[in-house]
């Protein structure tokens, strides 16, 4: 990586920006206030940076309010070479819409208030109607008044209380709706009390809304007038539903211009901030490729015209960068730009959420592309099920590469199709190494023995017999240990950090294998630990590289890396142990359901037990896998203190051309 300064005119900074946002080869960087030149100042965006905020926010619930989906856009002519027009194009473009939804919604607001009145009302003729009281009857002639109205939920008490009293408990009152900020209420009462009702609700500040009129006496025939005015409102609120959907579709592409256009504001504002000026020309630092630097510096001066010119520092070795003096005096660490195949990057993002590789640490994703689908395998072997994910995983990558979606919920998924293929190969592969077809043996099934079976074998050590596969799966795990200690080792000796690596890693390998071969040897002897004493050598082979870590890193380090690599060691039991869960609930629900005779049921029972395992252990797995890579083995040689690679990007700017 190289570090530069770009030095633009500034009516050529829109195309500067536009390229860099193309090539997406720029990691941009604060210019320090000591290092700006002289006759310069820091760019002044403050101002800019809270409008691209808000634009940004509003264009995106135009999206949502509308509902609009994948459309073509509109080919705008919008004022992409100066920021403060685009601002207002912008402003302007998007308060015009807004103006029409808030119509729109007010109305449809206004609807549903009525038809809450409404229901509340055509309720209680109902209950008049089935006891077959009149209105008149209710409270002599000229009956039935409604005032329905909006007050906030802390005077609503009071109004209730207050209507009660001057309608001499004649009242029927209900509240029809409720907000955060409002409750809608419906007032029933004698049409005597009207006058003194509404100067009441006046008083404490509710609001009015317009009074039901002209109601029969008749509870039967209200009900029908009232049922009469709900049909109308849902027409209309159809017809409100109509206009919205209209206007999506008048206003759609112009919406989805504009939100392109908010994002290369909100992008080429953000980009200035880190920024220094002078009255004619704008300073900007970035990180770029050491091997892209020359193409992009002749690229870069006819994008701009010749008006653009690009420094390059001194090359920086990320693989030995000093660490003597001041931390302020030091040149700032590159950012780590992985480079990893299309069909890796899931995996590799699973590494990057532990840490970003840096320079002078190895990447383990070459690593992981075996071990990771390797481990699932050995946990989740099964060449009936394996192949069912493999093409869910092939269902999914090609949805992945179509740009398709699949919710919000499902797009995780998506988005690590590779990696799901790669775990389907290894479940695939081991499910026929282990015989293991839906949880059938396959000697039963396809008439073959498995080459071999974690349920079968055991090994003798001493008077002790254990499980094959409880002995294979700590051998597993004993080289992947030693394997990550190595790396460690080789990452401080190509920083020529010798003491380091001698002291720290090399001496826990040594420790490591040193006390794996003594408990070997204790165990194969009918684990007896006089053993270890009848050999000089095994003692001091085991605790030397101890004593010289605690020597030279303390007592409690020692301490560390002694229960560490118990804990460890025991950790990958969890392969063995996840195993015997996949074949045994399986099994189970075969047995329950009527196994091992086959029948419906009982294959019914395999079907069950079978997808259970698919979609809960299959989660499982993942996240003991996981375990096992980021805890014990990346604490041997991986500490993921890179800083991530973000270039510069906007949304293409021939999507909506310059100045049309």
């Given at each position: 990586?190289r570090h530069v300064s770009i030095v633009v005119a500034k009516d050529q900074l829109p195309n500067l920006l536009a390229y860099a946002g193309s090539k997406r080869l720029f990691h941009l960087t604060e210019v320090e206030v000591e290092k700006l030149p002289e006759g310069s100042e820091r760019y002044e965006v403050g101002e800019?940076?809270?409008?691209?905020?808000?634009?940004?926010?509003?264009?995106?619930?135009?999206?949502?309010?509308?509902?609009?989906?994948?459309?073509?856009?509109?080919?705008?002519?919008?004022?992409?070479?100066?920021?403060?027009?685009?601002?207002?194009?912008?402003?302007?473009?998007?308060?015009?819409?807004?103006?029409?939804?808030?119509?729109?919604?007010?109305?449809?607001?206004?609807?549903?208030?009525?038809?809450?009145?409404?229901?509340?009302?055509?309720?209680?003729?109902?209950?008049?109607?089935?006891?077959?009281?009149?209105?008149?009857?209710?409270?002599?002639?000229?009956?039935?008044?409604?005032?329905?109205?909006?007050?906030?939920?802390?005077?609503?008490?009071?109004?209730?209380?207050?209507?009660?009293?001057?309608?001499?408990?004649?009242?029927?009152?209900?509240?029809?709706?409720?907000?955060?900020?409002?409750?809608?209420?419906?007032?029933?009462?004698?049409?005597?009390?009207?006058?003194?009702?509404?100067?009441?609700?006046?008083?404490?500040?509710?609001?009015?809304?317009?009074?039901?009129?002209?109601?029969?006496?008749?509870?039967?025939?209200?009900?029908?007038?009232?049922?009469?005015?709900?049909?109308?409102?849902?027409?209309?609120?159809?017809?409100?539903?109509?206009?919205?959907?209209?206007?999506?579709?008048?206003?759609?592409?112009?919406?989805?211009?504009?939100?392109?256009?908010?994002?290369?504001?909100?992008?080429?504002?953000?980009?200035?901030?880190?920024?220094?000026?002078?009255?004619?020309?704008?300073?900007?630092?970035?990180?770029?490729?050491?091997?892209?630097?020359?193409?992009?510096?002749?690229?870069?001066?006819?994008?701009?015209?010749?008006?653009?010119?690009?420094?390059?520092?001194?090359?920086?070795?990320?693989?030995?960068?000093?660490?003597?003096?001041?931390?302020?005096?030091?040149?700032?660490?590159?950012?780590?730009?992985?480079?990893?195949?299309?069909?890796?990057?899931?995996?590799?993002?699973?590494?990057?959420?532990?840490?970003?590789?840096?320079?002078?640490?190895?990447?383990?994703?070459?690593?992981?592309?075996?071990?990771?689908?390797?481990?699932?395998?050995?946990?989740?072997?099964?060449?009936?099920?394996?192949?069912?994910?493999?093409?869910?995983?092939?269902?999914?990558?090609?949805?992945?590469?179509?740009?398709?979606?699949?919710?919000?919920?499902?797009?995780?998924?998506?988005?690590?199709?590779?990696?799901?293929?790669?775990?389907?190969?290894?479940?695939?592969?081991?499910?026929?190494?282990?015989?293991?077809?839906?949880?059938?043996?396959?000697?039963?099934?396809?008439?073959?023995?498995?080459?071999?079976?974690?349920?079968?074998?055991?090994?003798?050590?001493?008077?002790?017999?254990?499980?094959?596969?409880?002995?294979?799966?700590?051998?597993?795990?004993?080289?992947?240990?030693?394997?990550?200690?190595?790396?460690?080792?080789?990452?401080?000796?190509?920083?020529?950090?010798?003491?380091?690596?001698?002291?720290?890693?090399?001496?826990?390998?040594?420790?490591?294998?040193?006390?794996?071969?003594?408990?070997?040897?204790?165990?194969?002897?009918?684990?007896?630990?006089?053993?270890?004493?009848?050999?000089?050598?095994?003692?001091?082979?085991?605790?030397?590289?101890?004593?010289?870590?605690?020597?030279?890193e303390g007592g409690m380090h020692a301490m560390e890396l002694f229960i560490q690599s118990i804990s460890n060691t025991f950790s990958y039991l969890r392969i063995w142990a996840l195993n015997l869960a996949d074949f045994y609930v399986k099994f189970a629900i075969f047995l329950a359901l009527g196994g091992p005779a086959i029948?419906?049921?009982?294959?019914?029972?395999?079907?069950?037990?079978?997808?259970?395992?698919?979609?809960?252990?299959?989660?499982?797995?993942?996240?003991?896998?996981?375990?096992?890579?980021?805890?014990?083995?990346?604490?041997?040689?991986?500490?993921?203190?890179?800083?991530?690679?973000?270039?510069?990007?906007?949304?293409?700017?021939?999507?909506?051309?310059?100045?049309?």
């Amino acid at each position: 990586m190289r570090h530069v300064s770009i030095v633009v005119a500034k009516d050529q900074l829109p195309n500067l920006l536009a390229y860099a946002g193309s090539k997406r080869l720029f990691h941009l960087t604060e210019v320090e206030v000591e290092k700006l030149p002289e006759g310069s100042e820091r760019y002044e965006v403050g101002e800019l940076l809270t409008k691209a905020s808000i634009i940004r926010n509003r264009v995106v619930a135009l999206i949502s309010a509308l509902h609009i989906g994948d459309i073509p856009r509109l080919n705008l002519k919008a004022p992409l070479d100066n920021l403060q027009e685009l601002a207002r194009f912008l402003d302007d473009e998007t308060l015009r819409i807004e103006r029409s939804i808030r119509q729109i919604e007010d109305s449809q607001g206004k609807i549903e208030a009525e038809k809450e009145e409404a229901w509340e009302l055509s309720r209680f003729l109902s209950g008049l109607e089935n006891v077959g009281v009149s209105l008149d009857a209710l409270a002599g002639s000229g009956f039935l008044t409604s005032l329905s109205g909006e007050a906030t939920p802390e005077s609503i008490s009071s109004v209730q209380r207050e209507l009660d009293q001057k309608t001499s408990g004649n009242l029927i009152f209900a509240i029809t709706s409720t907000s955060e900020k409002s409750q809608t209420f419906l007032a029933i009462f004698p049409d005597n009390f009207r006058e003194d009702a509404k100067r009441v609700i006046g008083a404490l500040g509710a609001k009015l809304s317009p009074p039901w009129t002209d109601l029969p006496s008749d509870p039967k025939k209200a009900k029908e007038t009232v049922d009469l005015r709900l049909s109308q409102l849902e027409s209309r609120s159809l017809k409100l539903e109509e206009d919205q959907r209209r206007l999506a579709k008048d206003e759609g592409s112009r919406i989805k211009s504009l939100a392109i256009l908010s994002e290369i504001f909100d992008a080429r504002t953000k980009a200035l901030a880190d920024s220094s000026s002078t009255q004619a020309t704008v300073l900007m630092q970035a990180w770029i490729p050491e091997r892209s630097l020359k193409n992009i510096e002749m690229e870069l001066s006819r994008a701009c015209d010749g008006l653009a010119t690009l420094y390059a520092e001194e090359e920086i070795n990320p693989h030995n960068t000093p660490v003597e003096g001041p931390a302020k005096e030091r040149d700032p660490a590159p950012p780590t730009l992985v480079r990893a195949p299309v069909w890796t990057r899931p995996l590799q993002s699973v590494i990057d959420n532990f840490g970003i590789p840096g320079y002078n640490e190895t990447n383990p994703l070459l690593f992981m592309i075996v071990t990771f689908p390797v481990m699932y395998g050995l946990m989740f072997g099964d060449f009936g099920e394996g192949p069912l994910i493999l093409l869910l995983g092939l269902f999914l990558w090609r949805t992945k590469k179509k740009g398709k979606s699949l919710g919000d919920f499902f797009q995780p998924f998506v988005n690590g199709a590779e990696l799901i293929v790669m775990l389907a190969i290894g479940i695939t592969i081991f499910g026929l190494i282990f015989g293991d077809f839906f949880g059938f043996d396959s000697s039963t099934i396809f008439g073959f023995r498995p080459i071999f079976s974690p349920l079968e074998g055991e090994v003798s050590v001493g008077n002790v017999t254990v499980p094959r596969y409880m002995v294979f799966t700590l051998a597993f795990g004993v080289f992947h240990l030693l394997f990550g200690m190595s790396l460690g080792v080789y990452n401080l000796v190509r920083r020529s950090e010798w003491k380091e690596a001698f002291f720290g890693p090399f001496c826990w390998a040594w420790f490591y294998a040193a006390g794996v071969f003594v408990i070997a040897q204790i165990a194969l002897a009918g684990f007896k630990f006089s053993i270890a004493l009848q050999n000089p050598l095994y003692l001091p082979l085991v605790f030397a590289p101890l004593v010289l870590s605690a020597w030279r890193e303390g007592g409690m380090h020692a301490m560390e890396l002694f229960i560490q690599s118990i804990s460890n060691t025991f950790s990958y039991l969890r392969i063995w142990a996840l195993n015997l869960a996949d074949f045994y609930v399986k099994f189970a629900i075969f047995l329950a359901l009527g196994g091992p005779a086959i029948n419906p049921f009982s294959l019914l029972g395999a079907a069950l037990g079978n997808l259970l395992v698919m979609i809960l252990e299959g989660l499982i797995v993942f996240v003991q896998d996981l375990r096992l890579h980021w805890v014990e083995w990346f604490g041997k040689f991986y500490e993921g203190t890179g800083i991530p690679f973000s270039p510069y990007h906007e949304p293409p700017s021939w999507t909506v051309p310059l100045n049309g």
